[in-house]
């Protein structure tokens, strides 16, 4: 399986709020519109997550949309720790729609009242009805292809689009003469490069 071609799909970046009491939140790129009468949401969150256990509890969440304007900050606090063991929302200033925490630099947000749950055996999807939504800003929402790319942003664990780093070096022969480049790990001794025709001896060897 080629796993770069899942670096081809689309999302968006959002902070996902609930409350039972103490306000949690946590990075998601996962919330997909799924019908559109009524207004239902989905979005995946893992099950270690301190924001699916409230939700679990309290059945209703909160969608704060992030624009290419947000402090990096923020997606470090929510993305990269646990409301376990910080208050996130005492850094940031958000206020409450539905007894949900919703953050003022946000674009746009929505809160939801869940109306069912698809379980897998790391995340659980949560369908959403929309409840409430407000605070639309005309800015520009930021996906997530620009965090990978303009934040230079990875991807922790818990996200389901999380793709391993590989270590292993792979081994490349690139032809010296029309710099054609092939995968293998020895090149046979009849192989000739399929661009220019030389043979093996035009051959160097790299590690990628
Ligand atoms: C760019 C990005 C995307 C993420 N997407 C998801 C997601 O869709 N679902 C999920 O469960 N976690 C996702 N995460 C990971 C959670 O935000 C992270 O595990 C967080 O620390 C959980 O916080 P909590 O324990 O307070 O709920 C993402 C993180 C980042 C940085």
């Not at 925490?101 to 069912?116: A, K, M, N, R």
């Not at 934040?151 to 780093?165: D, H, Q, R």
């Not at 792979?170 to 029309?178: S, Y």
Request: aromatic share 8%.
């Amino acid at each position: 399986m080629k796993l770069d071609v899942l670096k081809n799909m689309s999302y968006g970046m959002y902070i996902v709020g609930a409350c039972d009491g103490k306000k949690v939140g946590c990075v998601v790129n996962t919330v997909v519109q799924i019908t559109n009468n009524p207004i239902t949401l989905m979005v995946s969150l893992n099950r270690d997550n301190e924001t699916t256990k409230t939700i679990l509890k309290t059945k209703k969440f909160s969608i704060s949309i992030l624009d290419e304007n947000v402090s990096p900050e923020i997606i470090g606090t929510f993305g990269y720790q646990t409301s376990r063991e910080v208050d996130k929302f005492q850094s940031v200033i958000y206020h409450d729609v539905d007894g949900l925490p919703v953050l003022d630099s946000s674009c746009g947000y929505i809160t939801c009242e869940v109306i069912d749950m698809l379980e897998t055996s790391t995340h659980i999807v949560f369908l959403g009805q929309v409840k409430s939504m407000d605070g639309y800003k005309e800015e520009i929402p930021m996906t997530y292809r620009y965090y990978q790319e303009v934040l230079k942003g990875k991807s922790p664990k818990n996200a389901p689009t999380y793709i391993e780093e590989t270590t292993t070096k792979r081994t490349v022969w690139k032809c010296k003469v029309c710099g054609y480049e092939v995968e293998m790990d020895t090149l046979p001794q009849d192989y000739r490069c399929p661009i220019c025709g030389r043979t093996i001896t035009d051959f160097e060897r790299i590690e990628k």
